[in-house]
């Protein structure tokens, strides 16, 4: 194979959120000489689609529509092999529940390989989606994932380990930094500030918890604010809960921010009070910018953040125990809170940074494309 290899990334649609962004830090950071990224999307929407269009990248469509299991399915399968197949694409990379499905049965019938990423314990996957999730990861050539309580799910699924790559969530350092220096001044109110970045979509994220626990925070430190940045379908729940609960007034909804790593900067705390989580990416822009994370002890959360090093851990569900470490947090010295920023920023640079992630990617589509071989090949002619 002479040239870039082509590489499908499969996506459902690019709305903002933490698996969303990954795609598109894979997709601009590719070596454009060693792969050429296509991608292919289930929806033609969402805020990604603007950085992918800077990177030079368009996607095409995979009109699916609005259920998976009907007959038009297969025909898009059956079209997208075939545009496989016609543009010599070496390998489909899929991201998510729908693609890992649709992606692993176009790419079989296109005899290429395929990649399926698993980025969270499945808390969203229901009914029938549940086993085909699953059959699609035990198909799949390689089964993607970014923390090692996934890798153990996916074990226990019945894929094997030598097929299970871990490839940690990239940081891209320098463009966070841009954004907090870019941004315009946050509208932020004054006092310290906690601040959850999580989307509201599905109670898993444990913002109610949250809510419950900053009435407690409250009593204690009553110039304390909470900013909530994120949105979706239970807003207006989460905005009732914090009226009822007296503390509306010190609770912020900033909604979807593109600059929520500037809202992070202004803060004095991160927090997430999820159920559930892979490697959570507010969690990670949270280190970089060297704030201290209080957090549940969920998922992949403890293998980043490490209790009494650069945060702290508490149970999920127990709005209490985190409404204890929020004070004790916010009682900390400024110096201590420091510290442990930095040893925050330490674990992200060393473990995280984006080109940690690359040589992850690089390797796994060098296997898969059998890259290495035509070069052991040549090297070995060469010699003899």
């Known amino acids: ?42 929806k033609l929407e969402g805020e990604h689609l603007a950085d992918l269009a800077a990177a030079g990248v368009r996607p095409f469509l995979v009109d699916v529509g609005t259920r998976m299991l009907r007959p038009n399915t297969a025909w898009q399968i059956r079209k997208l092999a075939q545009r496989i197949r016609a543009e010599r694409i070496a390998l489909v990379h899929a991201q998510d529940i729908y693609t890992n499905v649709l992606g692993t049965v176009a790419a079989r019938l296109a005899g290429v390989p395929v990649i399926v990423t698993r980025v969270d314990l499945g808390h969203h996957i229901v009914g029938y989606r549940r086993p085909l999730t699953r059959l699609a990861s035990l198909q799949a050539d390689r089964v993607l994932v970014n923390a090692l309580c996934i890798r153990d799910l996916v074990i226990r699924e019945g894929v094997d380990p030598d097929r299970v790559a871990v490839v940690r969530n990239g940081v891209d350092l320098a463009a966070i930094e841009r954004v907090v220096a870019e941004a315009d001044s946050p509208d932020l109110p004054r006092g310290p500030l906690v601040t959850c970045v999580a989307t509201m979509h599905h109670p898993v994220k444990g913002q109610i918890e949250l809510l419950a ?31 009822q609960l007296g503390i509306a007034s010190r609770v912020h909804f900033l909604g979807f921010r593109l600059d929520a790593p500037a809202v992070l900067a202004r803060s004095a705390l991160a927090v997430s009070a999820s159920h559930a989580e892979g490697i959570s990416n507010a969690i990670l822009e949270a280190m970089a910018i ?40 916010l009682a900390a ?18 473990e995280f ?23 052991l090949v040549a090297g070995m002619g060469a010699g003899a």
């Open 1 to 42: 194979m002479t040239g870039p290899r082509k590489i499908l990334v499969f996506q459902n649609r690019f709305l903002i959120g933490g698996q969303e962004r990954q795609t598109v830090l894979n997709v601009r950071t590719m070596d454009r000489e060693r792969f050429q990224p296509l991608v292919a999307v289930l």
């Open 290 to 329: 060297r704030l201290p994370v209080v957090a549940t002890a969920v998922g992949g959360t403890p293998e980043i953040v490490r209790d009494g090093v650069n945060g702290w851990l508490v149970p999920p569900g127990a709005p209490g125990a985190l409404a204890r470490r929020i004070a004790d947090a």
């Open 333 to 350: 010295s400024p110096a201590v809170r420091r510290r442990m920023g930095e040893r925050g920023r330490k674990i992200v640079e060393d």
């Open 213 to 243: 626990a900053f009435r407690e925070v409250l009593r204690e430190r009553p110039d304390a604010r909470l900013a909530l940045v994120g949105d979706g379908v239970r807003r207006p729940l989460l905005e009732r809960l914090a009226g």
């Open 353 to 375: 940074d984006v080109r940690q992630m690359r040589i992850g990617y690089d390797a796994l589509y060098d296997d898969l494309t059998g890259w290495e071989l035509p070069r």
